[in-house]
């Protein structure tokens, strides 16, 4: 390898140069450096900033909305690092997080925190929210869908209880946004294309799919029983239907399609016809993916070739990671990777 000049000044010049921040936390979160880029980012240029704390003194990042524990604390307890997390700056930007932990001989010695302004995209999204908004049925579909809160949760094999980590105040909107922009990718990688896959049918049953839930009311470290805790996704597939129907006049199909996304195949009653089973398919994977990135740290990735889906997920945790393939017409799903 030749860097074409001495290595510490190479990696000098990319610390000063690169418009990521780049903070460097110690165990008791008093931060001991900060780059250009940092300091620029977070209003702290004309602050003497060493050893101060990340929080409590600097304020630096907003613990998120509904979190007991910052990030570095995370990072510090469990010895892992969080990647792509999005966070407020004391200024109010968005900022997309890194926390690393660096180690010394197996000891926790630092921890190593990398942020990129992310601002600028999530107006733009916001700007995206307001226009989706607009394509709303009425008010009350989109007061329904934002008063209807996600948890986010830690699930223990053992026990088969999960810990509340965080609380989404408006999941249920978030999950359909979600939804819809998954479709999109997928109808812009053919999908819509496929015969059998009605492209404003799903639309509507994504708006309207999860318009009957009612979430119990649980707070951060409340560790509960999922299956005691919430009802059975049945009863809200059931009730969204019933809606869709009565009150917003949907079709025979977007109403099938919602009255089962909680069914599994083989659950379906004999009346549910095999030509609205592409469909229902893709509803559920699309479903099942929002629900994943709704409540925060995958990444997916999707091509289309004819009536097959690949998705490739990216997880926080990697034991997760994996290709799988299905067939909209057939049912089969195939682990590729
Ligand atoms: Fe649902
Ligand atoms: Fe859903």
């Not at 702290?44 to 570095?72: P, T």
């Not at 989109?142 to 986010?152: A, W």
């Not at 009536?307 to 990671?321: A, D, W």
Request: aromatic residues 10%; hydrophobic residues 40%; negative net charge.
């Amino acid at each position: 390898m030749n860097l074409l000049i001495p290595e510490s000044e190479f990696l000098s010049q990319i610390v000063k140069y690169t418009e990521e921040a780049i903070i460097l936390v110690d165990v008791n979160f008093c931060v001991q450096y900060m780059n250009n880029t940092a300091k620029r980012m977070l209003d702290v240029e004309n602050e003497d900033y060493e050893n101060k704390h990340f929080y409590n003194d600097l304020e630096l990042v907003r613990v998120a909305q509904g979190r007991s524990m910052s990030i570095i604390e995370e990072v510090l307890q469990t010895g892992k690092a969080i990647r792509h997390v999005f966070r407020q700056t004391k200024n109010d930007r968005h900022v997309s997080m890194n926390v690393i932990p660096l180690f010394e001989d197996g000891e926790q010695k630092a921890i190593l925190v990398t942020a990129l302004d992310v601002t600028d995209y999530m107006e733009m999204e916001k700007e995206l929210d307001l226009a989706f908004a607009l394509t709303l049925p009425n008010s009350k579909i989109e007061y329904k869908l934002k008063s209807t809160v996600e948890y986010q949760d830690i699930y223990d094999r053992d026990s088969g209880q999960i810990t509340i980590t965080g609380i989404i105040e408006d999941g249920g909107y978030r999950h359909v946004v979600n939804c819809l922009k998954i479709f999109s990718i997928l109808s812009a990688r053919g999908v819509t294309k496929v015969i059998g896959i009605n492209k404003d049918e799903l639309v509507q049953a994504f708006i309207f799919h999860d318009i009957g839930k009612s979430q119990p009311i649980l707070h951060v470290g409340d560790v509960v029983n999922p299956k005691e805790a919430f009802e059975d996704g049945r009863l809200h597939a059931y009730r969204g239907a019933e809606i869709a129907k009565a009150f917003y006049h949907q079709s025979d199909i977007v109403v099938d399609i919602i009255q089962y996304h909680h069914h599994s195949e083989h659950e379906l009653p004999e009346s549910f016809s095999w030509r609205l089973l592409p469909m229902f398919r893709l509803f559920q994977l699309v479903d099942g993916l929002s629900a994943a990135i709704t409540r925060g740290g995958v990444k997916v990735e999707f091509s289309v070739f004819d009536c097959k889906v690949q998705v490739t997920e990216t997880n926080h945790r990697p034991q997760y990671n994996g290709t799988w393939q299905i067939d909209l017409y057939t049912g089969e799903r195939k682990r590729l990777l």
